[in-house]
């Protein structure tokens, strides 16, 4: 067989099947499923990025609730409030607060014991940068039989919450509840009773700050001076070289007749 004969012999034949996939339709429905491929490829890639971004946003909220909470106040002691121990009696414990934020903030006061506790005030409104030193009461129980209760943390517990108020604002408890997502709990305090009858640095510090809380009270109680100048009615000029010039002339007078 010549080569021409050998040549003709395979174009008389099928074409090669190369790629079945190309010749499975016509062009017109093979860009059809090109074009759908490619929109589920973007569909999945948009849903993908969608995905990612409401993942992030979750671990960024559970990272954030995690963080601890930025104080607006700082406390002295930081996180025991101590008292001397004296059962059957009431007793005293204080502790500084300091608003160190940028912003006037409210405080208040919370405690499991309620009916044994108290504090003075049990909350308030702070200047940026301004102390004050609250006083907290407490009833000290008579210890059951084989109970050491001295040197020992009580279950009572304190807490103060902060929130962040604007300047001017009157300060009540309902602010508290008004604004439950914006309140901060800024310490939990625990009771610790020290021996009244030795000394210790905490039990000298402690009655330091309560001669300061003391004393802190008696301004607050004293009556505030009216400072400001006082304005003269029209018509009402005192005229002070006048009075002292007339008192000397009737002195004069007086002086006068009893030399006749």
Known sequence: MSIADHRRSHSDGKP???????????????????????????????????????TSNKVSSVAKSLLPARRRLRLDPANNLYFPYEPGKQ????????????????????TTAP?????RPPGGILAPGETIIATV???????????????QRSKVKFKIMS??????????????????????????????????????????????????????????KKPQVDTSPKVVGQGMVIDEWKERREKYLARQQVEGVDLS
């Open 16 to 54: 090669w099947r190369l790629c079945p996939f190309w010749q499975s339709g016509t062009p017109s429905s093979s860009f059809s499923s090109t074009r759908n491929l490619q929109f589920q490829s973007q569909k999945s890639h948009e849903n993908g990025v969608e995905s990612n971004r409401r």
């Open 91 to 110: 007793v005293r414990s204080a502790v500084r607060i300091k608003n160190h934020s940028s912003s006037h903030v409210a405080f208040k006061f919370q």
């Open 115 to 119: 009916k044994s506790c108290y504090m």
């Open 137 to 151: 009461f407490k009833f000290v129980e008579q210890p059951e039989k084989n109970e050491k209760q001295l040197n």
């Open 163 to 220: 929130l962040k108020v604007k300047e001017g604002t009157d300060y009540v408890p309902e602010l508290f509840d008004e604004q439950k997502d914006e309140v901060v709990v800024e310490r939990i305090l625990r009771v610790i009773f020290l021996n009244a009858e030795r000394p210790t640095p905490a039990l000298e510090k402690l009655k330091h700050q309560l001669a300061e809380a003391e004393a802190e009270l008696e301004i607050r």
